[in-house]
Every structure is written in structure tokens, then in C-alpha cells.
T-cell receptor
């Protein structure tokens, strides 16, 4: 069983609505990644954090998504205005932050935009 | 940026046979190569990794080979079992906390 906890498992939103997902990383893991996995199993990196600081993010994340990892609270990923193309499995992963950066994934939040 | 390609989209083997999944990458600075398994309806589960300072690593029935010159790496599953059936993803990264680039997955089917 995954020690990375993602909620909700499923969410259904209308186009233009906000969609928010949360992630509790594995205890002691300071690094958190968010990925989007589409129906073709393709992965798109969205953003990663070390503690509360953003390490890397893509343009899409900068413009339409907001994400944070506050101390003592779950990390979150929010889509400001959902589009049909955002329908996907959103995977959160945490890492102990050592040189190998093995990622441990949560079960994912499946977003359906209708 | 890095591009990771998985050469087999599907692979079917008989129980007990070996399965080999091949991947290539483009970024010569990539130094960390993990493999993940995803069973139907479930999340990704880490299975094995290899770092660029070695060219072979084994963990029980799993063997990973890395050819840095050819920018190629592979996962060998020996003595396959039906529970090995899943989608396997190879990935590459520059290590540390850099983003990990995934291949598009290989659906492995192990027939009893």
C-alpha cells in the first residue's frame, strides 16, 4: 500500500470549474513531484517541490495551475479553470531527496472534465 | 529536453520464460534510470533502478542493463510469473531532484 496519500481519488468537474487535489507525502520525504498521466499512459511532468520551494515547473503549470506544499499541511495542485484536455490521472510522488531520487507514488486523483 | 523511448508497446511471454523491455534515451547527462510497474487500475510501483556508475544490476528475478555509449537500457525479467503482468515504464533523470522522464510503457502479458 502506498504511503503517499492522495485525495480525492476521483473528481468530476465542468469546464471552467476549479479542480483541487491534495497529497500527503511519505513521512520524511522533503521532495514532492506532480505528474499528469493521460489515457495513452503518457506522463507529463507538472511541478516539483523541495520542502515548500518550487524546484521546476512547466509553462502550463505556471499559467493555469497553482500548486503548493506548505509546511505541516498537505501539498495541493489546483487547476484554476478546467478544460476537457485536463481529464487525466494526476499522480503525486515523494522522494527522500537523496542523489537517486527514487519516486514513491500515490494512488492518484482521476479528474474527469465534462 | 530528455526523450525516453520504449521500443515494445506490448510483450507477451509464456510463464517461466524471460521478458526483455528495451529503452533508449537522448540526454547524455542522464545518470539515473528507474523502472516502474503499473497494474490495472493502480498507481506506479518502483521495481528497480540503475545508476550510470554501473552497467548491470540484479535484484532477484530482475536484471537491468545500461549501455551509456548507445544510450540504451533494458529490463530483463527471468522466470516470469502471471503476477508479473502489468505495464512497465522505464525512465531517465539527471539525478538529484531533477524531473524524471518516462517512456510510454510496455504492456507485459505473462500467459500461464
Amino acid at each position: 500500500n502506498s504511503k503517499v496519500i492522495q485525495t480525492p481519488r476521483y473528481l468530476v468537474k465542468g469546464q471552467g470549474q476549479k479542480a483541487k487535489m491534495r497529497c500527503i507525502p511519505e513521512k520524511g520525504h522533503p521532495v514532492v513531484f506532480w505528474y499528469q498521466q493521460n489515457k495513452n499512459n503518457e506522463f507529463k511532468f507538472l511541478i516539483n517541490f523541495q520542502n515548500q520551494e518550487v524546484l521546476q515547473q512547466i509553462d502550463m503549470t505556471e499559467k493555469r495551475f497553482s500548486a503548493e506544499c506548505p509546511s505541516n499541511s498537505p501539498c495541493s495542485l489546483e487547476i484554476q479553470s478546467s478544460e476537457a484536455g485536463d481529464s487525466a490521472l494526476y499522480l503525486c510522488a515523494s522522494s527522500p531527496g537523496h542523489s537517486g531520487n527514487t519516486l514513491y507514488f500515490g494512488e492518484g486523483s482521476r479528474l474527469i472534465v465534462v | 529536453g530528455e526523450k525516453v523511448e520504449q521500443h515494445e508497446s506490448t510483450l507477451s511471454v509464456r510463464e517461466g520464460d524471460s521478458a526483455v523491455i528495451n529503452c533508449t534515451y537522448t540526454d547524455t547527462a542522464s545518470s539515473y534510470f528507474p523502472w516502474y510497474k503499473q497494474e490495472a487500475g493502480k498507481s506506479l510501483h518502483f521495481v528497480i533502478d540503475i545508476r550510470s556508475n554501473v552497467d548491470r544490476k540484479q535484484s532477484q528475478r530482475l536484471i537491468v542493463l545500461l549501455d551509456k555509449k548507445a544510450k540504451r537500457f533494458s529490463l530483463h525479467i527471468t522466470a516470469t510469473q502471471p503476477e508479473d503482468s502489468a505495464i512497465y515504464f522505464c525512465a531517465a533523470s539527471r539525478g538529484s531532484n531533477n524531473r524524471i522522464f518516462f517512456g510510454d510503457g510496455t504492456q507485459l502479458v505473462v500467459k500461464p
